[in-house]
Structure formats: C-alpha cells, structure tokens
C-alpha cells in the first residue's frame, strides 16, 4: 500500500502541469507534531510505502526528522521532488534520516523544453546535478517523466538517459487535468497515441534493465499481459483501493489526480477516513460503468479514475476516456 503527503505547497517553481497549483506555502499547512499523529495513523492503517512530496519536499525544514519517524515506523520514505535542491550534503542527509529512494522529474531532454514547463531558468542543469549527488551519496533514484504530446517522441531516449546516468528505474506520468494541468489539456494524449505509448514503453522494458512504470495509464497491465510479460505490479489504478493522498492542510483525497477531499486528519483520524469513507468504500467495489464496467481487464487495469471523473462530469466510476480496448468489451 502506497500514500503520497503533499508535505507543503511551497515550492521553487511554477509548473504548467502542477495538479496542487504549488508556490506559496499555504497558510494552514500540518506542523510537525500533527504531521507525526499523521504519520502514526498511516502506519495504524497499514500502508508500507510513504511519499513524501509537494510542492518541494526539501522546502520543508522538518523533513528530515519527519522522514526519521516515518522509517521508525517501519514506513517505507521515499522522495517526490524536482531535485534542483539535493546538493550532495542534502542527498547524505535525506540518506541518514532513512530515505530509500528519491523520483527526480525530467521532462526532456531538450535543456529550454524541462525549463519552459517548469518556468525554472536551470530546473534541467539542477536536476540532474542532484541526481549525480544522489548517486555519489549512495541514495538510489529514479527518473519521473511527464507524457505530453510534444515529448512522447523522446520518452525511450529519456530511457536511455536514466540508465546511464544510474537510475533504477524510470517512471512515466500521463497528464491528467487538474489544477494548473486544465489550462494544458490539449497537451495530453488521445486514445491512439496513448495505446502506441504505452506498447513502446512495454517493448523497451524488455531491453533495459531499470524499471518502467506508467502511472495514470492503468492501460499497461493489459498490454503487458498481451505481450506476455510478467510484471511485479498487480494492477493499473489504484485510486482508493491501494493509494491515496495527503494534502498540506490535511485534507484526504482519493488519488493526487482525484481532486475530491474526503475529511482532514485534523478532524477525523487517517485510518477510520481509510476504513469507511463512502467514496474509497466504492472506489473498492469496481463496479464501474461502460466499457470499464465490463472488461475482463478491470481487476487488473481499472481505467483511470481521476480521467473518469475529468471528462464525465466528476463521475469517478465511469469508463476511462482514452482506452482502444472499449470495442472489445467483455472479450
């Protein structure tokens, strides 16, 4: 089980794509102490993996000792982050408090495209300096991608990338809109060029040796499993059954994509929110509609379900948007 905490909402950059519209810190965010009941409360709900991300994780002066309470535990901390932040000493440092592993963003490999979408003159240099320090600290790293349609082209070479610089695995983020990301929609693939991507990335996951994941693109299972292979996850979206997301404030949403609060863990504790909201509760039934609803994938995919809810008037078990595989319902 994963959960991802948006540990605070400020950060150094101003991306176009930023589904928490992230920059200022926000005015009411968690403090330290009500950050370690949360933390206590995640572990209590048996969660093993725990992100913590922004905004700019690094932001935030308590990092450090909230990632050592998490790893006492027996949490899993791992880092969200743009890297423009990790200097070397900060690598050693996020290594010593208990950090397994850091997912540094690189959009291009095109020096002015990662600044233009990061309006960051330097996001790029800064990025991959700290994965080099990550890499001379001995903390492990892996590369996080964003998917628009004017760098679907260079996503292999992106691969390619990763593995030399000494990545372990290389993650692939499909646009959803939501926060700043709905003034960009028409830069997110449509169902051919989704299904060309995802088939090329499963094609170079049997030449490299790292590890490729798309995420909200639960499509992968299915073509993994038609090209026979064998992947560790179990499935696509797992929006509420397996996840979900931690605001700065508090507030619980189903998915980061998935922008419905579901109670604060000021007001209600984390588990019991787990445990019996009414929209994780059918998030878990799969009873979804449409082509989703029939598909003899659906355990293994799900569709996305914060796509779903984008593009069928905020119905998150509706049939996900941008999948080929609907013409084949049930078969």
């Not at 995420?215 to 979900?244: H, N, V, W």
């Not at 997301?245 to 984390?270: E, H, T």
């Not at 995919?301 to 049939?319: K, L, Q, S, V």
Request: aromatic share 10%; net charge negative; hydrophobic share 35%.
């Amino acid at each position: 089980m994963i959960i991802s905490w948006n540990s605070t909402n400020q950060c150094n950059m101003f991306c176009d794509h930023c589904y928490r519209d992230a920059g200022a810190k926000a005015a009411d965010e968690l403090s330290t102490q009500e950050a370690k009941a949360m933390l206590d409360e995640i572990a209590k709900a048996g969660f093993k993996i725990m992100i913590f991300s922004g905004g700019e994780p690094l932001m935030r002066p308590d990092l450090y000792e909230l990632v050592a309470y998490a790893k006492s535990l027996g949490l899993r901390p791992v880092l969200g982050t743009n890297g423009t932040l990790i200097t070397l000493e900060a690598a050693k440092k996020l290594k010593e408090a208990g950090v397994m592993g850091a997912g540094i963003s690189l959009d291009s490999l095109d020096e002015q495209k990662h600044d233009e979408l990061r309006r960051y003159q330097g996001a790029y240099r800064e990025a991959i300096q700290g994965m080099k320090n990550c890499r001379e600290a001995g903390l492990p790293f892996q590369v996080h991608t964003t998917v628009f349609d004017w760098n679907q082209e260079e996503l292999e070479a992106i691969t390619d990338f990763a593995v030399e610089i000494g990545a372990v695995a290389h993650h692939f983020f499909f646009l959803v809109p939501t926060g700043r990301a709905v003034n960009i929609e028409e830069e997110s693939l449509r169902a051919e060029a989704y299904e060309n991507v995802l088939t090329r990335i499963m094609n170079k996951q049997k030449e490299v040796g790292i590890e490729l994941k798309p995420t909200c693109a639960p499509q992968f299972m299915r073509i993994a499993k038609e090209m026979g292979m064998d992947l560790r996850f179990q499935r696509g979206c797992l929006a509420g059954t397996s996840y979900c997301i931690i605001s700065p404030k508090g507030d619980v949403q189903p998915c980061a994509y998935l922008n419905i609060p579901l109670g604060n863990v000021r007001d209600i504790p984390f588990s019991e929110l787990w445990q019996t909201h009414p929209v994780f509760q059918e998030l878990r039934t799969l009873n979804y509609k449409g082509g989703c609803g029939v598909c003899k994938y659906k355990k293994a995919c799900g569709g996305c379900r914060a796509r779903a809810y984008f593009y069928h008037d905020h119905d998150y078990m509706a049939e996900e948007p941008w999948c080929l595989y609907h013409g084949r319902r049930g078969v």
